[in-house]
């Protein structure tokens, strides 16, 4: 037997052992009560004190009445408690047999006849021993307490083995145990562990599968520029004219390595902070300051980014966190919504803050050609591009951006959406809410 079956049946043993001593005390302890109580005597102790000298009397004076037939009628209407103690005889009374107790009284019949009534009643040494416990009531007790014990020892340890259980399959790598079928409707602590425990297997399946498929991704995506590099390092050794080429677009691909190793780095801090900081912040001061710095960027274009809800003596409440993770996160939206933007066209970002909910919402609105159905639940996950979405250099961006803007975003209890205009183009929304009162 392994380690962990011996502790699981001494764990049953102790709680069995436990329950059944205590329900063993109760049971005495409650006996004491009555038996010391105000009167309230031990039932030999009632037999000796009110049953038996009443029965006696009864006895005595039918005796009196009519002899012996009189005295044996009289037995057959005393009640079953009574009839089966007192008995009447010729002769003195002798000592009570072994472990019992008697009372004795003389009656004189009609005839001058002398008789010896006798009333017997049981005195158990055992039961004397234990505070005048009856062995019916120390059996019951014994019997009910082994019972409700091991009831009571399986009831707690049943949802421990199947934990016992769901934590060695976890160990063993499989993921996808959960402990809710198995619990089933139990309504209390042990439950709410059991789905604290699905919870906790849930999150370690997600990280799992997002490490899974971001290494996936991560491999695929520097294959193509590790491709290039070795067909550039080709090209120069079997011409010796295109090493200058060759190491230009070399020193390219490398600093697209190194700006996704960057944005890997950023996605990695943002996804995995718990805590995104403890800093208070103006978000409406860096959506302005974002929005000034693509307008920048977006003179190649000539397009037009319109800010809207930022005044300057508005009293906002600031937003507890990193400053620099949302700053990135709505500098990964505009990017984003410039890289669709027609030449020409314009940005609409719309900046509020919802007082009853304490909510700052954050539009961003271009005139792009949105993004297919299936694209807008997926957008925000690693290195998943839109169609056509290319880079200054004209290649397929990594997929990062967007990202690190939920990643970010989520780890300051907000969220990010997207949905397609009617009038075409994409729209963004951001939620974060402010910090607390």
Known sequence: MSGAGISRHRLFGKILLAFLLTYLAITQTVWLVYALGDKRDPPEMVMARE????????????????????????????????RGHLGAYRTAPLAPPMGQAMLTRQAIAPDG???????????????????????????????????????????????????????????????????SPRIGKRRDEIADLGRDFDQMA??????????????HDVSHELRSPLARIQLAIALARQSPERIGPAMERMEIEIARIDAMVGELLILAR?????????????????????????????????????????????????????????RRALENVLRNALRYS?????????????????????????????????????????????????????????????AIASRAIAAHGGRISAANRHDGGLRIDIEIPAADA
């Open 270 to 326: 943002a996804e995995h902070d718990q805590a995104a900081g403890e800093d208070y912040f103006d978000v409406a001061g860096v959506a302005a300051s974002v929005v000034e710095d693509a307008r920048y960027e977006a003179q190649v274009k000539a397009v037009t980014i319109a800010l809207t809800g930022v005044e300057a003596d508005q009293e906002w409440p600031p937003v507890r966190g990193n400053s620099d993770l949302v």
């Open 113 to 179: 006849q002398v008789w010896h009534l006798r009333f017997t009643y049981r005195r158990d040494g055992m039961a004397s021993l234990a505070m005048h416990t009856p062995p019916e009531v120390l059996l019951l007790g014994l019997i009910a307490g082994l019972i409700f014990s091991a009831a009571l020892a399986w009831y707690l340890l049943l949802p421990i083995n199947h934990m016992r259980f769901a934590f060695a399959q976890l160990a063993q790598g499989a993921l996808s145990t959960r402990l």
């Open 342 to 402: 027609p030449q020409g066209g314009r940005l609409a970002v719309e900046v509020s803050f919802g007082a009853s909910a304490r909510l700052f919402r954050i539009r961003v609105c271009d005139q792009g050609p949105g993004v297919s159905a299936h694209l807008l639940t997926t957008m925000f996950e690693p290195f998943v591009r839109g169609e056509g979405a290319t880079d200054e250099s004209g290649s397929l961006g990594a997929g990062l951006g967007l």
């Open 202 to 215: 849930q999150r370690l399946e997600n990280l799992v599968a997002d490490r899974d498929r971001l290494l």
């Open 51 to 82: 049953i038996g000298p009443g029965a006696l009397e009864a006895g005595a004076q039918a005796m009196a009445r009519g002899g012996a037939p009189a005295f044996a009628e009289a037995l057959t209407h005393l009640p079953p408690i009574m």
